[in-house]
C-alpha cells in the first residue's frame, strides 16, 4: 500500500482539533522583557529553569537530524518513545472502534497504551523463529479499522531482527502504519530502515536515547516518519513535552557519537562473552541469538533460577508471563556479568 491519505487515517477530532498555542510560540522572537507566559522571574537555580523550554525543540531536532539523516519536518520527539506510541494510538485510533496488530511475545507497553486508549489488540504469536508469521497476519493487515501495525527489530523480549522481506511484505500489506519499534537499533548499525522512510509512506520509525546512547534517565524518544504524519503527531503533543534539561543537554551530548559507539562495541563484545559462558552452565537450557543489549535465557526450572538470583541482590526479569521458562538479563559490565555467572554457575 503506497498511497495513504493520513488525514483520513487519523481521528477525525485531531483533524478538527485547534491545537493549544503556548505563550513561547505566539511570541518567539528576541525580548528583554517576558511577560507573557506566568513564569516566575527569578532563576532560583542559576540555570534558566524559571522558563519554559523551546515548544518546538529546535537545538535537540536540528542535531538529531543531521545524525540520523533525515529533516526536522520529519521528527517527532517525545518524553520517551512510550509517548511517541501513545500519540500515535491517540492520533488515529477511535476508541473502541479501531485496533492495532502486533506479534507475540512483545514489549508490554504495547498492550497497556491499547488498554490505555481503548483499542483492541489483535495479537498474532510469531513463528517458530520468533519472527513475524506475515501468512497469518496478511488478512488482518488489510482491514481498514488496523490503524496501527506495530513491529519491533531488533524484537523486545527475543533479540532477534526482523529480516528486510518480512518488513516490506508487511509495509505493503498494511492499510494503516506500520511502526517500526527500533529502540535497540544502535546495537546492530546499518540494520535500521531509517534510510528508506521516503520510500515508505506509512512507515513509522520509532527510536528513542534509553538504551543504545544511555539516557534512559533523560526520557527523549523520536518518531521519524512523512512530514504529513509528523504535523498530526504534533497536533496533540503537549508544547513542553521535552524539558529544558534534557533539551539543554543533548545537542553537546549528541555531537559525542564515538565515546556513544565505543560503549556500544563494549557492550556487545561482553553480550557475546556472556552467551559464551552461560551456554556453559548446567541450569541453562538455550540462549537465544541476540543483536540487543540484553539475553533472553531459558533456564530449568527458570522460577527458582529467579528467585535464587534475587537472593544474591542480583535482578533480571522473569518472562513466566511472555516466554515460558525464560528469563530476560540486560548485559552489564564486566564485573555485573561476571558476578551473574558466578551466582548461576551452582544452581
Ligand atoms: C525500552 C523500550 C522502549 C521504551 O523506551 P523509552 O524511550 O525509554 O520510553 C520502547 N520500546 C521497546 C521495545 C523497549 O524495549
Given at each position: 500500500?503506497?498511497n ?20 513561547r ?7 528583554s522583557?517576558?511577560l ?17 523550554p523551546?515548544?518546538l ?6 542535531r ?20 511517541v ?11 473502541g472502534i ?25 495479537a498474532v ?10 501468512e ?23 533479540g532477534n ?7 516490506e ?21 546499518g ?13 513509522v ?23 504529513e ?8 503533543r ?9 533539551q ?12 556513544v ?36 535465557v ?33 548485559v ?11 551466582a548461576?554457575?551452582?544452581?
Amino acid at each position: 500500500m503506497n498511497n495513504i491519505d493520513v488525514d483520513l487515517l487519523a481521528r477525525e477530532n485531531v483533524r478538527r482539533l485547534v491545537p493549544y498555542s503556548s505563550a513561547r510560540q505566539d511570541y518567539a522572537g528576541p525580548a528583554s522583557v517576558r511577560l507573557d507566559a506566568n513564569e516566575n522571574p527569578y532563576d532560583a537555580a542559576a540555570n534558566g529553569l524559571n522558563r519554559y523550554p523551546d515548544p518546538l525543540q529546535r537545538g535537540v531536532k536540528e542535531r538529531l537530524a543531521e545524525l540520523r539523516g533525515v529533516g526536522p519536518e520529519r521528527i517527532l520527539l517525545g518524553n520517551g518513545s512510550d509517548e511517541v506510541l501513545d500519540f500515535l494510538f491517540r492520533a488515529f485510533c477511535r476508541p473502541g472502534i479501531d485496533r492495532v496488530l502486533f506479534f507475540t511475545p512483545a514489549y508490554g507497553m504495547y498492550r497497556v497504551l491499547a488498554g490505555v486508549n481503548d483499542v483492541e489488540v489483535c495479537a498474532v504469536p510469531s513463528d517458530r523463529d520468533f519472527l513475524p508469521d506475515v501468512e497469518a497476519a496478511l488478512p488482518l493487515l488489510k482491514e481498514s479499522t488496523m490503524k496501527l501495525t506495530i513491529l519491533c527489530s531488533p524484537n523486545n523480549p527475543v533479540g532477534n531482527l526482523i529480516p528486510r522481506d518480512r518488513l516490506e511484505r508487511i509495509l505493503h500489506a498494511a492499510s494503516g502504519l506500520v511502526v517500526l519499534d527500533e529502540a535497540y537499533i544502535d546495537f546492530a548499525p546499518g540494520e535500521s530502515l531509517l534510510p528508506e522512510l521516503d520510500r515508505y509512506p506509512n512507515l513509522v520509525v520509532v527510536q528513542t536515547f534509553s538504551k543504545g546512547w544511555g539516557l534512559a534517565g533523560a526520557r527523549l524518544g523520536a518518531a521519524f516518519a512523512a512530514p504529513e504524519i509528523v504535523r498530526i503527531l504534533n497536533r496533540i503533543r503537549p508544547p513542553y513535552n521535552i524539558n529544558a534539561l534534557t533539551q539543554n543537554l543533548l545537542p553537546e551530548y549528541l555531537g559525542r557519537h564515538e565515546e556513544v559507539r565505543n560503549r556500544i562495541e563494549t557492550i556487545i563484545k561482553e553480550r557475546e562473552r556472556l552467551a559464551d559462558t552461560l551456554q556453559r552452565i548446567p541450569c541453562v537450557l538455550h540462549v537465544h541469538p541476540s543483536r540487543a543489549n540484553f539475553l533472553l535465557v531459558r533456564f530449568r526450572r527458570a522460577d527458582a533460577v529467579y528467585h535464587a538470583l534475587l537472593e544474591r541482590g542480583i535482578v533480571v526479569r522473569n518472562m513466566a508471563h511472555g516466554v515460558e521458562g525464560c528469563l530476560r538479563i540486560t548485559v552489564g559490565t564486566a564485573e555485573e556479568n561476571r558476578l551473574l555467572a558466578e551466582a548461576l554457575a551452582p544452581l
